[in-house]
């Protein structure tokens, strides 16, 4: 069928245009999940048989003549962690494995209001915590690319379900790269908002009552122009901020990779990449400056990039261990302290350091806020930071206890979580970035490279994505999977 791997943007207007049905195309997705999921397991909580019904409605109202929804009769998967009414919300977490959620989330209403519908939820590691996913409830997603190696976390089976050619749009969240590094490994594309830009009321488990510092949702897709028609969908203040303020994100004034100054950060020694992943990020920008655009292989903010990563690493792991129950924190920190001061990963350094007060909160939130100053200043004279997401491509499944494990970088073994560096430099200062494909490294897995933005410029960042696959390619199907 030609539509497997049509954009969102495409399908809606096939639908439009009456060239096919979304009956037809609910259940050509359905048959592609049932032919390729059981080795990728992606969509681990299906709802056919309500798309189906909903495909019916679509199809009755492009039969009247409607016009007027941007998504109507366009099936999409979306990440586990938001509710869907009618199906369970667990974030892999076998207490939670009955919690039903009531009603739909924020981004869940916007996607239906737009007349899109869903065949089900995907796949996510325990707590949203990782950068795979596997869970004890549904088990492991595994990278299209190659099984052997992870697709990314925490909106792992969001980015497989793109890839593999299960539906045309999804959304996930990301704290620490959870939309950005499946992006990256499984070859498409992921923007992660400014913080609060978009709505993550109902993206939470029982007891989650506030939007949680740092964390984002958002969008991913097969194509930049996706992204900007969703971000279009579902930007907007919450509930309670509904009642005083309106978003207005401005539009970017580039028009050509030309028009954009780009300042190029492709390694650092916090978190040096993988010969591979910096070189595609040189090539990058090495070919920008042949097509004019300004660029600077030295400009920076203003800061150190570890005082960077020890405020996020301190508010993270604050923030994830505020919803760990008391005693199962005390296990952690013990089990942390048990190891050789050399064997320690900066997972465990800062869960030690890390204090339950609010006056140390308080002082990583006037340090991050320094951080913002600095970025805004830097963000004068630059549109765009091109960097790496990750330090390699996707590694291989690694199920050990995560305060043990390390990654291979070019044949060093490296701390496993240092492998945040390049998602937290962005996170802790609220920033927007897009991660864009950018073909395959030599071992055939895809390379994704972030465009970081100043706060609210998230459509300059979606624009350049587009733009650069205009001029060096985007999407592209892993093999296998193009029928």
């Known amino acids: 069928m030609p539509f497997t791997f049509d954009t969102a943007t495409t399908l809606a207007r096939r639908l439009r245009d009456g060239e096919v049905g979304s009956r037809e195309l609910t259940e050509h997705f359905i048959r592609r999940i049932e032919k390729h999921d059981d080795l990728l397991n992606a969509v681990v909580v299906r709802d056919f048989e309500r798309a189906l019904e909903a495909a019916d409605r679509a199809d009755a109202a492009l039969a009247r003549g409607e016009r007027d ?4 009769g366009v099936p999409m998967t979306i990440k586990e962690a938001y509710d869907v009414e009618g ?119 029982p007891g989650m009552d506030s939007a949680p510092d740092l964390a984002v949702v958002g969008p991913m897709a097969r194509s930049a122009r996706d992204l900007e028609l969703a971000m279009d969908l579902i930007a907007g203040p919450d509930s309670f901020r509904a009642r005083g303020w309106k978003l207005d ?25 993988s010969a591979a992943v910096a070189d595609r990020v040189q090539a990058i920008a090495d070919r920008l400056a042949r097509l004019g655009a300004t660029v600077s292989d ?29 005693a199962a924190f005390e296990k952690m920190a013990e089990g942390v302290g048990a190891l ?27 340090a991050r806020g ?17 960097c790496p997401q990750m ?4 590694f291989p499944h690694d199920h050990s206890p995560l305060v043990t494990r390390t990654l291979q970088v070019d044949g060093d073994a490296r701390s496993y979580l240092r492998q945040l560096f390049w998602a937290g430099l962005v996170t802790v200062a609220y920033l927007p970035s897009t ?49």
């Open 69 to 72: 929804r941007p998504l109507l």
């Open 87 to 205: 199906l369970a919300t667990t974030w892999g977490i076998e207490v939670f494995a009955k919690n039903v959620a009531a009603s739909d989330a924020a981004v869940v209403q916007r996607f239906k209001e737009a007349g899109a519908h869903f065949l089900g939820k995907t796949n996510v590691p325990v707590e949203l915590g990782d950068f795979q996913s596997y869970n004890p409830i549904y088990g492991t997603t595994r990278n299209p690319w190659n099984p052997e190696r992870t697709p990314g976390g925490s909106s792992g089976g969001s980015a497989v379900s793109l890839a593999a050619g299960f539906c045309a749009l999804e959304s996930g969240s990301d704290i620490g790269g959870s939309i950005r590094n499946p992006a990256h490994y499984c070859g498409v594309y992921g923007h992660k908002p400014t913080w609060r830009v978009v709505s993550d009321e109902g993206h939470s488990l």
């Open 249 to 273: 994100l401005a539009r970017p004034e580039q028009r050509s990779l030309s028009d954009f100054r780009v300042a190029v950060w492709p390694s650092d020694p916090m978190c040096p990449p």
């Open 298 to 326: 030295t400009a920076r903010p203003g800061f150190e990039p570890a005082e960077s990563h020890r405020v996020y690493t301190s508010m993270l792991h604050g923030q994830l261990s505020a919803g760990v129950p008391d």
């Open 340 to 366: 050789p001061d050399d064997e320690v990963s900066d997972a465990g350094a800062a869960l030690r350091a890390t204090t339950q007060t609010h006056r140390t909160w308080a002082r990583n939130d006037h």
């Open 370 to 386: 320094r951080l913002r100053k600095q970025w805004a200043a830097f963000f004068e004279d630059w549109d765009l930071v091109l």
């Open 391 to 394: 330090p390699t491509t996707a």
């Open 435 to 483: 991660v864009f494909p950018t073909g395959v490294a030599d071992d055939g897995l895809p390379i994704g490279v972030q465009a970081v933005g100043a706060e609210y410029a998230d459509y300059t960042c979606i624009r350049f994505a587009e733009l650069i696959a205009e001029e060096f390619g985007g999407f592209i199907p892993p093999p296998g999977y193009e029928d």
